[in-house]
């Protein structure tokens, strides 16, 4: 956010109001007041055969285990930057710009069946490097898997796993008005895994493809990121050479609201080119762009 910028009456702690959008865009989300209402599917398949040469060389120079989940988160920040309104929610059926980029993902503690499931929330700048990205992901991963403390989202749920089913519902319904006017702290926004910029599932570490995963009604966040495992597939050149090539699937669920299909695709341009050349996220954007006010 610009540091000239000064908080003003319908702000929220996680974000600013957009005042400056047309009629149409302020109509969308009394058409469309539930997050699950507003759900667009797209997948894409990403060639990475070069990326998967600079995974190798980087893991050379000590980033063991550096891998398309670092490269996926990368490259959306990275997106970000340059197409800030990729970063906008929706809450009380008005537009925000998000004060920073938040990324949640659930972590399991080890990969046995019972093993239990947490999830993580990271913040991120948008001048971050792919190699800022490894090192602040690894350190929330890691943070995890090496204790079995519960972190805050674990707590705050289980204040309420032993009290009688309507008084969970009288406080979700409490939280859910909350959320509504901008009225919930910042302290429970931050530990909220329903908060955040996107919302990101690794299923090639589980050995299996990617799904479209819903987004989530309560909450703030816009975008689900579910990738699959690599998988090879043998094609013809251009000289009509056959050629093996590797691709990674992933499945988007977007929340329509916040921008028009142009600005999705041209979003998509971005991460695929930067999955395609990881190392032009090695050094940070030349340039951030702010959102509209």
């Known amino acids: 956010m610009s540091n000239n910028y000064r908080k003003r009456s319908g702000d929220r702690a996680d974000g600013r109001r957009i005042r400056s959008l ?6 969308i989300p009394y058409i469309m007041p539930q997050r699950n209402d507003a759900c667009n599917q797209y997948e894409e398949s990403f060639e990475i055969s070069n990326a998967d040469r600079w995974f190798r060389q980087q893991r050379l120079n000590g980033y063991k285990g550096i891998g398309m989940l670092h490269l996926f988160i990368a490259a959306y920040v990275r997106a970000i930057a340059a197409l800030p309104g990729l970063n906008r929610f929706i809450a009380g ?4 710009a998000r004060n920073n980029i938040e990324v949640v993902m659930a972590v399991k503690r080890s990969l046995a069946i019972d093993a239990t499931e947490t999830t993580i929330k990271v913040e991120f700048d948008p001048t971050d490097t792919i190699f800022d990205i490894y090192r602040k992901m690894n350190q929330e991963i890691d943070k995890i898997k090496s204790s079995d403390e519960e972190n805050g989202t674990e707590d705050f ?19 859910t008005v909350a959320d509504y006017f901008g009225l919930l702290p ?7 895994p329903f908060h955040g910029s996107m919302i990101i599932t690794d299923l090639g570490s589980l050995g299996i ?10 909450g703030t966040l816009p975008v689900f990121i579910s990738f699959g495992a690599k998988r090879r597939a043998y094609e013809l050149d251009r000289n009509g050479t056959p050629v093996e ?8 669920v977007l929340d329509e609201r916040t921008v028009d299909g142009h600005y999705y695709a041209t979003v998509f341009k971005y991460i695929n080119r930067f999955i395609s050349d990881p190392s032009l ?3 940070p954007p030349e340039k951030v762009v702010q959102d509209i006010f």
């Open 93 to 96: 059926r008005r537009i925000y």
């Open 245 to 252: 090539r590797k691709y990674v699937d992933a499945k988007f």
């Open 157 to 175: 749920a289980n204040k309420f796993k032993n009290l009688p089913r309507f008084v969970v519902r009288f406080v979700i319904w409490l939280l």
């Open 22 to 27: 047309n009629g149409f865009f302020n109509f």
């Open 281 to 283: 996220l090695e050094v």
């Open 186 to 192: 910042k302290s429970l926004l931050d530990v909220s």
């Open 209 to 218: 493809g990617p799904i479209f995963h819903h987004i989530y009604n309560f």
